[in-house]
């Protein structure tokens, strides 16, 4: 059992003191934002030690799944989580690392590749077991809760 699935759960009105929304669905909004600012919180948390930000992690994990092909910046971008982070500017700090390379595409001149390192695999093996919320407040789902909950994000998403 999780520290997460011990804590009395707290309703959306008592958490922001606000007992009443205009309908259902500013309440829902409002508690998924809040959900997510609370996921995003928890998982920084276990990335801190590690010396990565969530951009920084997600950039490796790109890479990772490209590997051992590299990836462009705009390929970055695309697949990026959180579209308002500047992947250049990630990819730089990455870089001072030690976790990814850069160098120039040999097809296109005016693109780079940016590759993941061996360093940065080996410690995204060490960081497997914190991916995936299984640390945080999403491990009080069942699997069934999981899929509805995935198939109702999706739908949000459209």
Avoid: H
Avoid at 88 to 116: F, G, H, M, W, Y
Avoid at 124 to 137: I, P, Q, S, V
């Amino acid at each position: 059992m999780t520290s997460f699935e011990t804590r009395p759960r707290v309703r959306i009105e008592d958490e922001i003191k606000q007992q009443q929304f205009k309908n259902e669905y500013q309440k829902a909004y409002i508690n998924l934002m809040l959900t997510s600012s609370r996921l995003q919180v928890q998982q920084a948390a276990l990335f801190k030690p590690f010396g990565l930000t969530l951009p920084q992690f997600n950039i490796l994990r790109i890479l990772r799944g490209q590997y051992p092909k590299p990836a462009t910046i705009s390929l970055l971008i695309e697949r990026m989580m959180d579209k308002t982070s500047n992947a250049s500017r990630i990819v730089d700090r990455l870089e001072a690392k030690e976790l990814v390379t850069r160098k120039q595409c040999p097809n296109d001149r005016r693109t780079v590749d940016v590759l993941i390192t061996e360093k940065a695999l080996a410690l995204l093996k060490k960081m497997d077991g914190c991916e995936g919320g299984r640390e945080t407040g999403i491990a009080n789902l069942t699997d069934s809760e999981a899929r509805e909950l995935n198939r109702i994000l999706d739908k949000i998403r459209t």
